[in-house]
């Protein structure tokens, strides 16, 4: 029924390559597609420029095109020819540096992604060992001398939000005709808080997944002995403890990055500064607050199990006569 509806009822599978001549045609397109390649290149075409990979990048590509500008710097030359303003060029800048800044997160995720895999392959090694110590992988030592916790936190964000901020006063600090009604400092402020709100999202969905993780480990084995039971407890203390010194560290890098966004070469305000502060602590209050929560869940569980079931348990047995 398949075959009849798709209109096959008569077709040779066997001479597929022989007849329709697919393989052929796709020679023959590959060699047309370099030829064209070739013409391009003799012709004169240049394929376009790669995508800016930091932000020092952006701010140079943009604050070329606002030299340029006739009425930028108060120039009456009209030497270079562009639909683009003052204001296009400064909300472009932003725009752009917010697409570097995504990516970055994406990247971060990719690495944590990367590191959990070496983390959990290392450990199988460890446990089933099938080199001499001489000859293991050097790259266990690297990983275990990291400072614990400081990968789950992309520092190269926060460093690039203060880079694009100090650059975006220092590239268009002296242009005029602001026509679009909103401050260059309401402009930067935005940049900022949106910025930065989506840093925390990031930092907030890895720590939760970290979180869970231990959580589930741990919940593998409640039905063990109480020997393992202690060893899942100390293994979820363990992680827990990576996650508190990525809160601590989380808080030192936001308070570095209010500090320097509250200088008069950037000029944001220092309330706005302080701000971040306040929502970094709000989510690092908040894990704490889970994690407290997980804890006095446990003791309940454990006062049940050890007294309330034994109790319970004889009471059954020997009922009161």
């Known amino acids: 029924g398949r075959k009849s509806n798709l209109g ?44 800016p990979t930091n932000v020092s990048e952006i701010f140079e590509c ?94 190269s964000f926060l460093d690039s939000v203060l880079e694009a901020a100090t650059l975006y006063g220092i590239t268009f600090g002296n242009t005029r005709g602001d026509s679009s009604g909103e401050g260059d400092s309401t402009r930067l402020v935005n940049f900022v808080s949106e910025a930065f709100a989506t840093f925390l999202e990031h930092v907030r969905s890895v720590l939760l997944e970290q979180t869970v993780s231990s959580e589930s480990e741990n919940e593998s084995i409640n039905e063990e002995d109480d020997e393992n039971k202690m060893e899942s407890q100390d293994a979820g203390d363990a992680a827990y403890l990576e996650i508190s010194q990525a809160m601590t560290h989380l808080v030192r890098s936001v308070r570095d990055l209010a500090s320097g966004l509250a200088l008069p070469e950037v000029g944001i305000d220092v309330e706005v500064a302080s701000s971040l502060v306040d929502r970094t602590v709000e989510v690092t209050e908040a894990m704490v607050r889970r994690r407290v929560s997980q804890k006095f869940l446990g003791l309940r569980i454990q006062m049940l199990r050890k007294c309330l079931k034994p109790f319970s348990s004889g009471a059954i047995e020997h009922p009161a006569e």
């Open 62 to 155: 943009a604050g070329a095109i606002l030299m340029l500008l006739p009425t930028a710097y108060g120039g009456d030359g009209a030497s270079f020819v562009t639909d683009l303003t003052a204001d296009e060029c400064k909300a472009m800048a932003l725009a752009s540096s917010v697409r570097l800044l995504d990516r970055l997160l994406d990247l971060h995720h990719i690495e944590l992604q990367e590191r959990t895999f070496e983390m959990q392959r290392l450990a199988n090694e460890k446990a089933f060992p099938t080199k001499p110590p001489s000859m293991q992988d050097p790259r266990s030592s690297s990983l275990d001398a990291s400072p614990s916790g400081a990968h789950l936190i992309p520092n």
């Open 8 to 51: 096959v009822d008569d077709l040779d599978l066997d001479d597929i390559g022989e007849d329709e001549g697919f393989e052929d045609d796709d020679f023959e397109e590959g060699e047309k597609s370099e030829e064209d390649s070739e013409e391009l290149r003799s012709s004169g075409w240049t394929p376009p420029p790669e995508p």
